[in-house]
């Protein structure tokens, strides 16, 4: 909970900044992001009680997690996914980090296009990291989303051990984030295939708020109800389409609590979902148009059993009727059948809208992953805990069993992940450094809507075409397909009178239209070209830009 404050805390409090009209700088940002990190951990700290084993396992899921994840993008810890969803994120941390004020100006939408009405908790929090980081918005995305997936494997953890029967070795709920390698593809794949920046971070508050479910389940513990309701709020304001099951999931269990006062019930409800309908409210205001973003289409896998791992259906099936016949469980089905629910509705919506593939539905996937886990390693406990009533088995057998059970199926999961790294990241990323650096030297000096690109993927020029130099969205070239295809670009470039300027990733070219430029600045790998002949762009370069050399 330490490590989420801020994560949860610091986006909240930039948007109440710029709703009060003041610019939500890096600085005092940085130091709100260490009190809330303080002060919670203060509060906790006070309140909980030690739990050496949850320590450990907590803190060895994030922090190989976290290592492996940042490896897999080093050295230069850019994005590893692509997809048009990536470099429109990337166009409102451009619009947040040049300005530290949030999208008010009803032109801006001709640039940003839906982003100027998105959700903007992720932006603001990689924007922020950036900063922080003396880097900027693009080279810290990589490390933000892969920080918010290991600090969701130590949610899982704690979720696990809840789950476990007493007599259960408590280092099975290491199991978890294991079987989550199971099914890469909903594990990683929203950053690591796609670029769904904004998915990805509400995962992490949405994870929070089942944790804090089952804990309140558990306990009845209020502060479990104001953990819910903070993550609640920060959920929605990066992506509110993942709010909904955790927040139907809590509204079932609360009001279904016969036991206790009606009054209480109600008291309850009200701490749950307060901050949750405050930033709702907030953001919703003058907003009731990107309602329409529930019908809408687009690129996301389609659920099977291949894609989840047959391990995982097979043992997460048989933890959901464990879970459903256990008190300490019922959160948990409560969330996932959420879950389901949520992604029904919305296939109806996009069938009403006539999108050709239900997109949001099918993001629901990535949501089910996590309870899909947790159900699993229930089903793990009971196995252990009705072999353990026919066998007795000593506490420390018990412990060696569980970890050589945890070992053995993280040997099996990660072995197709080693052997095939393309199951990760199964195209090339959109992005790279040099043509990163290239086309800022391009934006700084020459005029934006006279470059062309001279690139081995169209997901690339769609990058740097908007997120690099800032061309509009709305406008007849940023429209047209053929704007980003690299064949269509190399002809172009060959015939006269095409545009003056070209970003150029030399390694995609064949060598005879390489040998055909006129270098105006090299980046490694990228470079800067001038049209030799005549030109159909009347723009020039501005005043500082360099000679050819």
């Known amino acids: ?17 710029d709703l009060a009209g003041v610019a939500f700088t890096p600085l005092p940002m940085a130091a709100l992001a260490a009190m809330a990190f303080l002060f919670c951990g203060a509060l906790l700290f006070r309140r909980a009680k030690p739990d050496g084993v949850g320590l450990m396992l907590g803190a060895a899921a994030g922090a190989l997690l976290l290592a492996w994840l940042l490896w897999l993008s080093a050295p230069s810890l850019l994005p590893l996914g692509t997809g048009p969803d990536l470099t429109h994120h990337l166009m409102l941390v451009r619009h947040i980090e040049t300005h530290w004020r949030l999208v008010h100006d009803p032109a801006l939408e001709q640039s940003l296009g839906e982003m100027a009405h998105y959700t903007p908790g992720s932006h603001i929090l990689v924007a922020l990291a950036g900063a922080w980081s003396g880097t900027d918005g693009l080279r810290a995305m990589h490390g933000v989303q892969a920080w918010t997936v290991a600090l969701k494997a130590v949610f899982l953890v704690a979720v696990c051990l809840r789950l476990l029967p007493p007599r259960a070795p408590r280092l099975l709920a290491a199991l978890g984030p294991v079987l989550l390698l199971e099914s890469p593809r909903y594990f990683l794949g929203g950053f690591t295939e796609f ?51 955790p927040a139907l999931a809590a509204g079932v269990l609360i009001a279904s609590r016969g036991r206790r006062p009606f009054a209480r019930r109600v008291r309850d409800l009200a701490v749950a979902f307060a901050p949750l309908a405050l930033v709702a409210a907030a953001f919703a205001i003058g907003r009731l148009g990107w309602l329409r973003l529930a019908g809408t289409g687009g690129l996301a896998p389609w659920p099977s059993i291949a894609a989840y791992g047959r391990p995982l259906v097979v043992l997460s099936a048989a933890g959901l009727l464990v879970a459903a016949a256990r008190e300490r469980g019922r959160a948990t089905v409560g969330f996932a059948l959420a879950v389901l629910i949520q992604a029904a509705a919305l296939c109806l919506v996009a069938r009403r809208a006539g999108a050709p593939q239900p997109y949001m539905a099918l993001k629901m996937g990535y949501l089910l992953l996590w309870p899909m886990a947790a159900c699993a390693v229930a089903a793990a406990g009971e196995a252990w805990a009705w072999l353990d009533r026919t066998v007795r088995v000593s506490r420390a057998w018990g412990n060696a069993a569980a970890v050589l059970v945890a070992a053995s199926a993280l040997a099996l999961a990660a072995r197709p992940l080693l052997a095939r790294p393309r199951l990760l990241h199964p195209r090339p990323p959109a992005v790279s450094l040099p043509l990163y650096e290239a086309g800022r030297w391009a934006r700084a000096r020459l005029p934006a809507s006279c470059v062309e690109y001279l690139v081995g993927d169209d997901e690339t020029a769609y990058w740097l075409h908007l997120a690099v130099l800032g061309n509009p969205r709305a406008s007849a070239r940023s429209a047209d397909n053929s704007t980003y295809e690299p064949a269509d670009a190399i002809v172009r470039w060959l015939t006269p ?53």
Do not use: H, K
Not at 523 to 538: K, L, M
């Open 1 to 17: 909970m330490s490590l989420l404050a801020p994560a949860a805390l610091t986006p909240l409090a930039a948007y109440a900044a």
């Open 195 to 245: 670029g769904f920046l904004a998915q990805v971070v509400a995962e992490l508050p949405a994870v929070a708020m089942w944790w804090a479910l089952v804990a309140w389940a558990d306990s009845r513990a209020d502060l479990a109800l104001g953990v819910f309701g903070a993550a609640g709020a920060a959920a929605f304001l990066a992506w509110p389409v993942y709010v909904g099951p």
């Open 497 to 549: 009178n095409g545009l003056p300027y070209a970003l150029v990733d030399l390694p995609a070219l064949p060598r005879d239209v390489r040998s055909e430029l006129d270098v105006m600045q090299s980046f490694g790998t990228a470079a800067i070209a001038r049209r030799r002949g005549p030109s159909a762009c009347a723009a020039a370069p501005r005043a500082d830009s360099p000679p050819i050399r």
